[in-house]
Nanobody, 114 residues
Framework: QVQLVESGGGLVQPGGSLRLSCAPSGSIFRVYDIGWYRQAPGKQRELVAVIAKGGSTNYADSVKGRFTISRDNAKATVSLQMNSLKPEDTAVYYC????????WGQGTQVTVSS
């Protein structure tokens, strides 16, 4: 089963920033839209941001204006820049295709706490 590998999580204070990275294989990167998802304790996994093959983006209302998803075509990577982080952003973050065709990886933990 193909899984994507996420990196870049950590512990940050409210108002801080983190940058997450995901490195799909080249074939996946070229064919599918890629999304960042998150799952907080006791909650369902939700889509946070998605970037289409052509570069258009879409965001959940809860992160608009604070998160930016981008893709580096040369490196075949997708990043999520997270600014002005809030405690409610605490979750395990995953990347996957959109829709989520691939097996879920381990994700990367983001904890926002003072």
């Amino acid at each position: 089963q193909v899984q994507l590998v996420e990196s870049g999580g950590g512990l940050v204070q409210p108002g801080g920033s983190l940058r997450l990275s995901c490195a799909p294989s080249g074939s996946i990167f070229r064919v599918y839209d890629i999304g960042w998802y998150r799952q907080a304790p006791g909650k369902q996994r939700e889509l946070v941001a998605v970037i289409a093959k052509g570069g258009s983006t879409n965001y959940a209302d809860s992160v608009k204006g604070r998160f930016t998803i981008s893709r580096d075509n040369a490196k075949a990577t997708v990043s999520l820049q997270m600014n002005s982080l809030k405690p409610e952003d605490t979750a395990v973050y995953y990347c996957n295709t959109r829709p989520s065709y691939l097996s879920w990886g381990q994700g990367t933990q983001v904890t926002v706490s003072s």
